[in-house]
Structures are given as structure tokens and as C-alpha cells.
């Protein structure tokens, strides 16, 4: 018998292997898993997704590697109050879905898998059709009961001649049903199912989701998750530190039932009357509506030093850019361009992070389907950090000589008093809340605490 013989136990454990009284190694009893299985399909049209970028893949419309990346956001979302800093987060992130080239809370690498197995199967592929029509020298006419103001992106686009389509309109899926399966521990067995709630309430597949392209149900679909989530998404309250969306501390409006597609629209078109709607953001006009009564397009018109006759700057809150807040990039594309106005490039309003220019939007419009035929319209204010938080990188106009803008410019308690939409509220972000308060048959308001 060896020196090193004599000092082993008869019954210890080796990287995970244990030796029996025997002598012989027994690897240890594999953690008791349990398996989710459920069946989703699209409510809305599904846009993107795939490997060219704003194309959906015909043959693989969706994948495990999406839909994981979808469920760790959600996941995130529901769960990062229980801990007390980034590190620890992410370490347990790690652990349930993976991660690769992240670093735990003791400063090592974290690799692997995760704890959650994955698999998709497609059950109907779908149907995918042009998203919208055009006719010589017209505008692109959408699809029955799609909203244009949320698809614009998708629209294509005609020569200049007017008599040629020179990009056409996007094709999105219709009718996508897949099967979802998920093995876990036991052990994260809650957290899997908060995070899958989250993704099929408030979240989608593909392009947009968050103005409600892509929304999924259950199949069968039911009401059952609109029951008792009030305390569903709030069990730890926010983390201090979070530098992305929670849903504690987050607000949700739900409006009246309708069939999905008008649910869809109900919803998104309460952003584009928030920003856009004549004698409330636009003042009215005779054939088409008049001047905007946000402060952006005048505070442009300042910085750039153009404008059109009859269009000088006279917004009193100039330079002001509150929304700023519901999300960048924003493309200010001025309609009298040829007269003096901006244009060439169009100025681009952006975040102003070194090559991270975009902020998704805290606000998320959507169905929510409560039935096979039927939805409510989901309003949700996210609690994610605002544009002019110091923390965050400000924001910056593009392509004038490299401006960026004062966070004095991006939040103004007395400049916010001069814009009639915000009517009063500093915070663009509960300005539209409020808007939609008064503008959306609300039959149920809830706080995630």
C-alpha cells in the first residue's frame, strides 16, 4: 500500500466522483430534472428573426438559441433584486443558461451550457406573406388591421420615378406554431417558469417585439397568467445597481378585449397619437397636419441653422429633447427638406456611447392573448434607467459636427412645462402613461412592486 493509499477515505470525492468502501469510483446521482413542454403560436406577424438581418429564415423561424437568449432578458428582468451586485447576478445566470467568456463574482471565467436544456420543434411553418402593397405612385398600403405606424421600417421603398418598386415590402410569418421543451433541476424549476411567463406576456419572437411584432400565446390560449400576476414579477424589488429593464418597480395598463390584431393596434397607436396625433402634438392643419408642439424639430433647426420660410424656430423650450427618453436612434426626416429645412443626411438622434447608439424603448406595446381569438392590448413601463441618467451615456445628434447634447437638454422640469403633450409631467416616460390613461379604456392598472 502506498503513502497515498493510506491517507484516502474510503468513501471520498474527486471532482464530483466518489470512491465507494470497494475501491470502485461511482459518478454522483445526476440532479432529479423535471421537463416543461407547452405549444406557442404567433398572434401577430413575426418580422426578422433570421440570418439576414430583417428577413425571417423560412426554414428555421425560430431556434433554441433565441429563444434562450429571450428567456435570459427575462429572467434578468424578474430576478436581479435577490442580489446584491452584477457579479453575483451573472454568476447565476450563468448557471441556469449558459455563458461564455463572462466572468463570475470570484473574477473567473464562466463557460458552459447551463442548467436548462432546450429544444424546438416546428408543428406549422407558417405562411409568409408581403407585409405590405404598392401601387404606382402611392404609398405602401399595409395588410388589413396591421399598423402602419409600428411598421414603417418594413415598408419598402419606390424609385424615385414613383413607377418602380425599388425595395419591396418586407415579408413577415403568419401562423408559426412550434412546440417548446425545457429540462431543468428542480432546484431552478421556479425561476424557468417566472422568466417563460415574462417572455410569452410581455416579450415575442423576431423584430419589434416590444411595439407587439412577433407575440406568442399558448396554445391552448387562456387568461389563467393575467390571474394573480400582480406579485408574480415583484418578489425581490428592484436592484439599486441595475443598469437594465426590471419588472419590479415596473407599471402595466390593460385595456378591453378585441380580436389580436385590433388589440395590436389599439395599443402601438397610442404611442403614435402620443407623438404625432393633430391638435394634441401636431397643431391641426387644413389639407395635412401642422407643426410639430415637441421641441426636437426646432431645437434641430437651431443646431443645423436651416429652416424652410414660415418654419424659423419658435418652440419656447428650445434646445430641449425629452424623447429622447422613449428610445434612440430617432430619425427626424423634415417634409419641406427642399424648402431650407434640415435634410441630407436626415439628422439622427442616438445614444452617445462609443459604437452603442441605440436605447431600446422602456415602454412595451403589445397583445396579450386571453383567448384563440381574442387579446387585450398590454401597456408596460418598464423600470430601466433613463438616457439622462449619469450613469448612462447621454445622448448626441448625428452627423452635427459631432454634437452632444447637455442632460439638461434631455430633462428640464421647467422646459418639460412648455411642451403641451407632456402637459406639465417632466418625465416623458410617465407623460405617456398618463396619456394613455386618459386616451385607453383601462380596465386594469397594476404596479409590480
Not at 403560436?41 to 429571450?70: C, E, W, Y
Request: aromatic share 8%; with cysteine.
Amino acid at each position: 500500500m502506498t503513502h497515498s493509499e493510506e491517507v484516502l477515505s474510503p468513501d471520498f470525492e474527486l471532482f464530483g466522483l466518489k470512491r465507494s468502501g470497494s475501491g470502485a469510483v461511482t459518478p454522483p446521482a445526476p440532479p432529479q430534472r423535471e421537463t416543461i413542454s407547452l405549444e406557442l403560436s404567433l398572434i401577430t406577424p413575426m418580422f426578422g428573426g433570421g440570418a439576414v438581418a430583417g428577413q425571417v429564415d423560412p426554414d428555421r423561424p425560430v431556434n433554441a438559441k433565441s429563444i434562450r437568449g429571450h428567456l435570459r432578458f427575462w429572467w434578468r428582468a424578474c430576478y436581479a433584486g435577490q442580489f446584491d451586485s452584477a457579479e453575483l447576478m451573472f454568476q447565476r445566470e450563468a448557471e441556469i443558461w449558459g455563458a461564455a467568456g463572462e466572468y463570475g463574482a470570484d473574477g473567473k471565467p464562466v463557460l458552459g451550457q447551463g442548467a436548462v436544456d432546450l429544444e424546438v420543434a416546428i408543428k406549422e411553418k407558417g405562411q409568409p406573406v408581403p407585409c405590405a402593397t404598392y401601387r404606382k405612385q402611392e404609398r405602401a398600403t399595409f395588410n388589413d388591421k396591421y399598423p402602419a405606424y409600428v411598421l414603417f421600417p418594413f415598408q419598402g421603398k419606390l424609385a424615385k420615378d414613383r413607377c418602380v418598386i425599388e425595395v419591396p415590402p418586407t415579408k413577415c410569418l403568419e401562423k408559426l406554431t412550434f412546440a417548446l421543451r425545457l429540462s431543468v433541476p428542480g432546484e431552478v424549476r421556479e425561476e424557468v417558469d417566472c422568466a417563460l411567463r415574462a417572455w410569452i406576456l410581455f416579450g415575442g419572437v423576431g423584430a419589434r417585439t416590444r411595439r407587439g411584432c412577433g407575440a406568442l400565446a399558448r396554445v391552448p390560449a387562456s387568461d389563467e397568467w393575467l390571474r394573480g400576476f400582480d406579485d408574480l414579477f415583484s418578489q425581490h424589488g428592484p436592484a439599486k445597481w441595475a443598469m437594465f429593464p426590471q419588472l419590479a418597480g415596473s407599471r402595466v395598463l390593460l385595456g378591453e378585449q378585441q380580436n389580436h390584431l385590433q388589440a395590436w393596434s389599439t395599443a402601438v397607436n397610442l404611442m403614435r397619437d402620443f407623438r404625432q396625433r393633430p391638435d394634441f402634438a401636431r397643431n391641426p392643419g387644413d389639407n395635412r397636419p401642422g407643426r410639430s408642439r415637441w421641441p426636437e424639430p426646432d431645437s434641430i433647426r437651431d443646431v443645423r441653422r436651416r429652416w424652410a420660410p414660415g418654419h424659423e424656430p419658435t418652440h419656447p423650450a428650445r434646445p430641449f429633447y425629452p424623447r429622447a427618453d422613449l428610445g434612440l436612434p430617432i430619425v427626424f426626416h423634415f417634409k419641406d427638406g427642399n424648402r431650407g429645412d434640415p435634410q441630407d443626411p436626415d439628422p439622427t438622434l442616438e445614444a452617445a456611447g462609443e459604437d452603442k447608439t441605440r436605447m431600446a424603448s422602456a415602454i412595451i406595446l403589445k397583445p396579450v392573448a386571453i383567448s384563440e381569438s381574442l387579446s387585450v392590448p398590454l401597456v408596460l413601463l418598464l423600470n430601466t434607467p433613463h438616457i439622462y441618467d449619469e450613469a448612462a451615456p447621454g445622448a448626441k445628434l448625428k452627423e452635427v459636427r459631432g454634437q452632444s447634447i447637455a442632460r439638461t437638454e434631455l430633462l428640464n422640469e421647467t422646459k418639460a412645462g412648455l411642451v403641451a403633450p407632456m402637459d406639465g409631467e417632466p418625465d416623458v416616460r410617465k407623460a405617456f402613461l398618463n396619456f394613455a390613461r386618459n386616451n385607453f379604456h383601462v380596465k386594469r392598472e397594476v404596479k409590480l412592486e
